[in-house]
């Protein structure tokens, strides 16, 4: 591990203008490239204090034997030479975006004599128009099926062609009218480039012009009786509009615009891209990458934008560039943009209309796909096997923890304070196993104390289940299993009465805390004090990313491309997401709760019924016995009851309307907003059950 003071430049040497910057290892490898408006403003900010760097930016300036500079004189000259760098020298440090596949063009090479439609991938060639990307090649070749009716341009390989002309006898397309057969004459090479000029206008949108014309040829035809004629280009005419249905309108304007769209979590970020030309989407493709240095979604975009359109110009650079942020500075991004254009770039973040609801769209795909992303590495088998020995192997622990989990405390300042346990097994979540706790033993906000609770309770209750099973007794009072004629154990005590297996009889190997030191000390404190020393325990602090075990001043910093890390990250995200919904639920509650709720033996049908009868509770609670009787379902000593808690039941404070100083009549939270009473729902006993 390098000191970083050791190759940091005196002072004075650095230029203080625009430029990039590479860092270079030990071996002259360049492990990170990075541009900079003012070179010496931002290599300052490598060169300070350890401690104060992001753990990804620390670990690179630590490999770095060397920086090393080149000044350019404006800040899109600094964009286009790190592009340039970061392709050709591929740093380890920086981001990069990986498909997930070789995404298929539909491409026509206008750079032959006789152009071909074809799909293609990789790297595009020069002379050749491309349309896409396409999630699949059959979509590609469903609609070049649909257009070769009206634009029958040649789409078999050379040796196909070559044959054909040499034995003068054209290929099956050719005979049925799917291709103009120029391999053997029946078209001229200049009417050919015509008819590929029209395929590609029409694939870029252009659609109408040639709906209008077949329409009007159509029209003339059936005018002088040529029947068949007119029912061929009618039937052309359908194959264009069914073309034209497998991309429907998005966009009424009849934009070209491309929308980019960032789904992100600490670890890795998901890009998705669609392609919008003359209104209708005709491409959709989308990216994974590893976030291998501290970096915002304005810096993502700016790498999406420089893998997208690096080696693009003209019109595959669209006039308009929607994304969900801007880069920081936005402006020689755009500038950069318009130079690979040719003409002017909009670059900007969508706030209304239909772009707003489309961009919505392109981030719910981004998000789809970077939890396919997770779920498809957490399903492999062999990668949770790695992930489990990787954190055995970090924790110092005797074997592979097949058991984990992982507690995170939720509260909204300082109320209706909640804890969650997940469960996974063998690398994978049991949610069935799932538990939430109320924090019961004080009140207010504190993480810590909350957490050794949580902690107490959970193996107090293992204890307390060890114990029934025989497994934790000074031998008088185990339970005796039972045999079955067999000879074998069928009763083993893991179960409750209803066969359910029992809440808290199975230790886990490993338990995660959502938190730092504090939070770890205080799980392992809480066990010391059950007795319990065969179960670890370790705390994943959200912000850096580190794995804290008890006793220790230093944490335990996996690298980031860990297996182990990642498993410990998804057990750790599944915990904070079951607590928080168990606690906007118990928070939602709360704030529906009713005097009625107090009242023993009425249930949700029979509250809705008065609260329909009367219309507020105001109302109810100025009605009288023989009033409240009338209410279907409610007899004279319920009603009485009902009397009683209401009257003990202080009257609410009235509504004030602040626009207009009004008094409201009704009480607040009685009425929904459609007009209908709001009830209140039954403790939810499914999955997941409260503690």
Same mark, same amino acid.
């Not at 491409?107 to 990789?122: D, H, W």
């Not at 074998?488 to 230790?507: S, W």
């Not at 804290?548 to 997401?577: C, F, I, K, M, N």
């Not at 906007?584 to 709720?597: A, E």
């Given at each position: 591990?390098?000191?970083?003071?050791?190759?940091? @430049?005196?002072?004075?040497?650095?230029?203080?203008?625009?430029?990039?910057?590479?860092?270079?290892?030990?071996?002259?490898?360049?492990?990170?490239?990075?541009?900079?408006?003012?070179?010496?403003?931002?290599?300052?900010?490598?060169?300070?204090?350890?401690?104060?760097?992001?753990?990804?930016?620390?670990?690179?300036?630590?490999?770095?034997?060397?920086?090393?500079?080149?000044?350019?004189?404006?800040?899109?000259?600094?964009?286009?030479?790190?592009?340039?760098?970061?392709?050709?020298?591929?740093?380890?440090?920086?981001?990069?975006?990986?498909?997930?596949?070789?995404?298929?063009?539909?491409?026509?090479?206008?750079?032959?004599?006789? @152009?071909?439609?074809?799909?293609?991938?990789?790297?595009?060639?020069?002379?050749? &128009?491309?349309?896409?990307?396409?999630?699949?090649?059959?979509?590609?070749?469903?609609?070049?099926?649909?257009?070769?009716?009206?634009?029958?341009?040649?789409?078999?390989?050379?040796?196909?062609?070559?044959?054909?002309?040499?034995?003068?006898?054209?290929?099956?397309?050719?005979?049925?009218?799917?291709?103009?057969?120029?391999?053997?004459? $029946?078209?001229?090479?200049?009417?050919?480039?015509?008819?590929?000029?029209?395929?590609?206008?029409?694939?870029?949108?252009?659609?109408?012009?040639?709906?209008?014309?077949?329409?009007?040829?159509?029209?003339?035809?059936?005018?002088?009786?040529?029947?068949?004629?007119?029912?061929?280009?009618?039937?052309?005419?359908?194959?264009?509009?069914?073309?034209?249905?497998?991309?429907?309108?998005?966009?009424?304007?009849?934009?070209?615009?491309?929308?980019?769209?960032?789904?992100?979590?600490?670890?890795?970020?998901?890009?998705?891209?669609?392609?919008?030309?003359?209104?209708?989407? &005709?491409?959709?493709?989308?990216?994974?990458?590893?976030?291998?240095?501290? %970096?915002?979604?304005?810096?993502?975009?700016?790498?999406?934008?420089?893998?997208?359109?690096?080696?693009?110009?003209?019109?595959?650079?669209?006039?308009?560039?929607?994304?969900?942020?801007?880069?920081?500075?936005?402006? @020689?991004?755009?500038?950069?943009?318009?130079? $690979?254009?040719?003409?002017?770039?909009?670059?900007?973040?969508?706030? &209304?209309?239909?772009?707003? +609801?489309?961009?919505?769209?392109?981030?719910?795909?981004?998000?789809?796909?970077?939890?396919?992303?997770?779920?498809?590495?957490?399903?492999?088998?062999?990668?949770?096997?790695? #992930?489990?020995?990787?954190?055995?192997?970090?924790?110092?622990?005797?074997?592979?923890?097949?058991?984990?989990?992982?507690?995170?405390?939720?509260?909204?300042?300082?109320?209706?304070?909640?804890?969650?346990?997940?469960?996974?097994?063998?690398?994978?979540?049991?949610?069935?196993?799932?538990?939430?706790?109320?924090?019961?033993?004080?009140?207010?906000?504190?993480?810590?104390?909350?957490?050794?609770?949580?902690?107490?309770? $959970?193996?107090?209750?293992?204890?307390?289940?060890?114990?029934?099973?025989?497994?934790?007794?000074?031998?008088?009072?185990?339970?005796?299993?039972?045999?079955?004629?067999?000879?074998?154990?069928?009763?083993?005590?893991?179960?409750?009465?209803?066969? $359910?297996?029992?809440?808290?009889?199975?230790? @886990?190997?490993?338990?995660?805390?959502?938190?730092?030191?504090?939070?770890?000390?205080?799980?392992?404190?809480?066990?010391?004090?059950?007795?319990?020393?065969?179960?670890?325990?370790?705390?994943?602090?959200?912000?850096?990313?580190?794995?804290?075990?008890?006793?220790?001043?230093?944490?335990? =910093?996996?690298?980031?491309?860990?297996? *182990?890390?990642?498993?410990?990250?998804?057990?750790?995200?599944? /915990?904070? &997401?079951?607590? %928080?919904?168990?606690?906007?639920?118990?928070?939602?509650?709360?704030?529906?709760?009713?005097?009625?709720?107090?009242?023993?033996?009425?249930?949700?049908?029979?509250?809705? /019924?008065?609260?329909?009868?009367? *219309?507020?509770?105001?109302?109810?609670?100025?009605?009288?016995?023989?009033?409240?009787?009338?209410?279907?379902?409610?007899?004279?000593?319920? /009603?009485?009851?009902? +009397?009683?808690?209401?009257?003990?039941?202080?009257?609410?404070?009235?509504? =004030?309307?602040?626009?207009?100083?009004?008094?409201?009549?009704?009480?607040?939270?009685?009425?929904?907003?459609? *007009?209908?009473?709001?009830?209140?729902? #039954?403790?939810?006993?499914?999955?997941?059950?409260?503690?």
């Amino acid at each position: 591990m390098a000191d970083p003071s050791s190759y940091r @430049p005196k002072p004075g040497e650095i230029p203080d203008s625009p430029g990039v910057y590479r860092f270079r290892d030990e071996h002259r490898r360049v492990i990170y490239v990075g541009k900079a408006k003012s070179l010496r403003q931002r290599l300052a900010n490598y060169f300070q204090d350890l401690s104060g760097l992001h753990p990804r930016t620390r670990s690179m300036v630590t490999t770095a034997a060397s920086v090393e500079w080149t000044v350019v004189s404006t800040e899109v000259e600094a964009l286009q030479l790190e592009y340039s760098w970061i392709k050709e020298y591929d740093p380890r440090f920086n981001v990069k975006y990986r498909d997930d596949k070789s995404y298929p063009y539909l491409a026509v090479t206008m750079n032959e004599e006789y @152009p071909r439609v074809q799909v293609m991938r990789g790297h595009k060639k020069k002379g050749v &128009r491309y349309f896409g990307p396409y999630a699949h090649a059959w979509a590609i070749r469903d609609t070049v099926d649909l257009l070769l009716r009206v634009f029958p341009v040649r789409t078999c390989s050379a040796g196909v062609f070559k044959n054909a002309a040499r034995t003068g006898r054209p290929c099956l397309l050719g005979y049925i009218g799917k291709c103009s057969a120029p391999c053997v004459d $029946r078209v001229s090479a200049e009417d050919h480039r015509e008819l590929a000029d029209e395929f590609c206008d029409f694939m870029t949108g252009r659609t109408n012009t040639y709906i209008r014309r077949l329409e009007k040829q159509m029209a003339e035809a059936a005018d002088d009786m040529e029947y068949e004629r007119a029912a061929r280009l009618r039937d052309d005419i359908g194959a264009l509009k069914k073309a034209m249905e497998k991309n429907a309108v998005v966009l009424a304007d009849a934009t070209d615009a491309d929308l980019i769209a960032v789904a992100e979590d600490e670890l890795e970020a998901a890009v998705q891209i669609f392609h919008v030309r003359g209104g209708r989407v &005709r491409g959709q493709r989308g990216w994974v990458t590893d976030k291998v240095e501290e %970096i915002t979604t304005g810096a993502l975009v700016e790498h999406a934008l420089q893998q997208l359109y690096g080696e693009e110009t003209g019109d595959a650079v669209p006039k308009e560039v929607l994304v969900p942020a801007l880069p920081d500075p936005v402006e @020689p991004v755009q500038e950069w943009l318009a130079g $690979r254009r040719g003409s002017g770039v909009s670059l900007r973040i969508p706030q &209304r209309g239909d772009k707003k +609801a489309l961009m919505e769209t392109v981030q719910r795909n981004a998000q789809q796909a970077l939890v396919l992303h997770k779920t498809k590495r957490a399903s492999d088998l062999t990668t949770r096997s790695r #992930a489990l020995e990787e954190i055995a192997d970090a924790l110092d622990l005797d074997s592979a923890p097949l058991r984990i989990e992982c507690y995170d405390i939720s509260h909204l300042q300082g109320d209706d304070v909640v804890a969650s346990m997940v469960v996974f097994e063998d690398g994978l979540a049991r949610k069935s196993e799932y538990r939430r706790f109320q924090i019961k033993g004080f009140a207010g906000q504190d993480d810590v104390r909350s957490m050794h609770e949580v902690i107490t309770r $959970r193996f107090r209750r293992y204890l307390a289940e060890k114990e029934k099973t025989g497994e934790w007794t000074d031998g008088e009072n185990a339970e005796t299993p039972e045999i079955d004629r067999n000879g074998e154990i069928v009763g083993t005590g893991l179960t409750e009465d209803d066969g $359910r297996p029992k809440k808290f009889a199975y230790p @886990p190997q490993l338990v995660v805390v959502d938190g730092g030191a504090p939070q770890v000390a205080a799980a392992r404190r809480a066990m010391d004090e059950l007795g319990i020393d065969d179960i670890a325990v370790c705390g994943l602090a959200k912000r850096l990313e580190e794995v804290w075990l008890p006793g220790d001043d230093d944490p335990v =910093v996996l690298p980031r491309t860990s297996e *182990g890390l990642y498993l410990l990250q998804r057990v750790r995200d599944e /915990a904070h &997401r079951f607590a %928080i919904s168990y606690q906007r639920t118990k928070r939602s509650k709360r704030f529906r709760s009713s005097p009625l709720d107090d009242v023993p033996g009425l249930g949700d049908t029979r509250k809705q /019924a008065l609260l329909k009868h009367f *219309g507020s509770l105001k109302k109810l609670r100025s009605a009288t016995i023989d009033q409240i009787c009338e209410v279907p379902g409610i007899g004279r000593k319920t /009603a009485e009851t009902i +009397a009683v808690a209401l009257a003990r039941s202080a009257p609410a404070a009235p509504a =004030v309307n602040t626009a207009t100083g009004e008094i409201m009549e009704e009480e607040p939270g009685t009425m929904g907003s459609s *007009g209908e009473p709001v009830t209140t729902g #039954a403790p939810d006993e499914r999955r997941g059950q409260e503690t």
